[in-house]
């Protein structure tokens, strides 16, 4: 049986045009899941990122901060109600240039396969909408009575990339092969370095610079313009 194809894909940024993560955490503060105060832990980097004088990775950290905060305790149907809702609102907010990538490998008969650090109760809401195949995201432990613990499981797997795409190869049966991969972000390096094609679309400074010493690809999308650079 021949080998399919692999094209890899980031989510947030790439696909998304924002951080699941971030919206999670808004809507679940809006359902009363988290305390409307734990905007407070994210709230100043935010305005800085907004006013340009703080760093984007930095606001995502005090996200992510202020998600495992208040993860503890909350009922696993609370997130998944929180998700669908997210999504079902929010769903259709891709970029062009990606989500038209995805429909052109899936009837070319490539796997599709997401990988991304927001949470996957939230990437299983968001991805087979668009056609992936597999996704991997970050998990979290759930103890009785389905409530979570705040304990992240496997983070030392879910946060390479690469280690990701190598198990998911061997699990699948995949090849490497004409293999394509899009990020935006430097922790997608790992990964891109691994497929036969590394795209990057919308990247940050650390990308763009690694991305232009390597030669790869670079693609912007700004309003309804899409140019490679």
Not at 46 to 54: F, S, T
Not at 109 to 117: E, K, N, R, T
Not at 141 to 150: K, R, S, V, Y
Not at 186 to 209: A, G, H, Q, R, W
């Given at each position: 049986?021949?080998?399919?194809?692999?094209?890899?894909?980031?989510?947030?940024?790439?696909?998304?045009?924002?951080?699941?993560?971030?919206?999670?955490?808004?809507?679940?503060?809006?359902?009363?899941?988290?305390?409307?105060?734990?905007?407070?832990?994210?709230?100043?980097?935010?305005?800085?990122?907004?006013?340009?004088?703080?760093?984007?990775?930095?606001?995502?950290?005090?996200?992510?901060?202020?998600f495992r905060t208040h993860l503890k305790g909350?009922?696993?149907?609370?997130?998944?109600?929180?998700?669908?809702?997210?999504?079902?609102?929010?769903?259709?907010?891709?970029?062009?240039?990606?989500?038209?990538?995805?429909?052109?490998?899936?009837?070319?008969?490539?796997?599709?396969?997401?990988?991304?650090?927001?949470?996957?109760?939230?990437?299983?809401?968001?991805?087979?909408?668009?056609?992936?195949?597999?996704?991997?995201?970050?998990?979290?432990?759930?103890?009785?009575?389905?409530?979570?613990?705040?304990?992240?499981?496997?983070?030392?797997?879910?946060?390479?990339?690469?280690?990701?795409?190598?198990?998911?190869?061997?699990?699948?049966?995949?090849?490497?092969?004409?293999?394509?991969?899009?990020?935006?972000?430097?922790?997608?390096?790992?990964?891109?370095?691994?497929?036969?094609?590394?795209?990057?679309?919308?990247?940050?400074?650390?990308?763009?610079?690694?991305?232009?010493?390597?030669?790869?690809?670079?693609?912007?999308?700004?309003?309804?313009?899409?140019?490679?650079?």
């Open positions: 049986m021949a080998q399919k194809k692999v094209a890899v894909f980031d989510v947030d940024g790439t696909i998304f045009r924002s951080s699941l993560l971030i919206q999670l955490v808004d809507t679940l503060i809006a359902h009363g899941a988290f305390p409307e105060d734990a905007k407070t832990v994210y709230e100043k980097q935010h305005a800085k990122w907004l006013d340009r004088e703080g760093d984007y990775e930095e606001y995502i950290e005090a996200v992510l901060k202020a909350v009922h696993y149907g609370e997130m998944a109600d929180a998700a669908e809702a997210m999504v079902s609102v929010q769903g259709k907010r891709t970029y062009r240039y990606t989500r038209d990538l995805l429909k052109d490998l899936k009837a070319r008969g490539y796997y599709l396969l997401a990988v991304s650090h927001s949470p996957k109760t939230v990437l299983d809401k968001f991805c087979p909408k668009l056609g992936f195949d597999k996704v991997y995201g970050t998990m979290y432990e759930i103890g009785p009575q389905d409530l979570f613990t705040g304990k992240m499981l496997d983070e030392e797997q879910i946060l390479n990339k690469a280690n990701i795409l190598k198990r998911a190869v061997e699990k699948e049966g995949l090849t490497l092969r004409h293999s394509i991969g899009v990020g935006d972000t430097e922790s997608d390096i790992p990964f891109l370095e691994m497929v036969s094609k590394p795209i990057c679309f919308n990247p940050n400074e650390k990308l763009y610079t690694y991305a232009k010493r390597m030669k790869w690809a670079v693609i912007i999308e700004r309003k309804d313009v899409i140019y490679a650079l």
